[in-house]
């Protein structure tokens, strides 16, 4: 088997995400929009993250989340915007 991994199998669309993390279509759109999950792929409609950038920014943005601050905060410690 080729040791070159595709990078694709390091993508999640919309639908893996919201299935992995248990987040809405709007929710995901939202966080797209704000620029907390930057794009990183896209083939004609549909949207591909990178996986290990997504894991690492929804588990910060639901801890910062349960803390108290806004996602106007959290864009800020997250990406200093």
Known sequence: MAKDSNKEDKMLSVKDIMR????TYQTVNHY???G???IAL???????YDKNIVDE???KIKKLTEEGYSLSLIRKQLIGI
């Open 20 to 23: 992995e993390y248990n987040l």
């Open 32 to 34: 797209t929009d704000f």
């Open 36 to 38: 907390l999950l930057p």
């Open 42 to 48: 896209k083939k004609g409609n549909v949207r591909f």
């Open 57 to 59: 920014r929804i588990k």
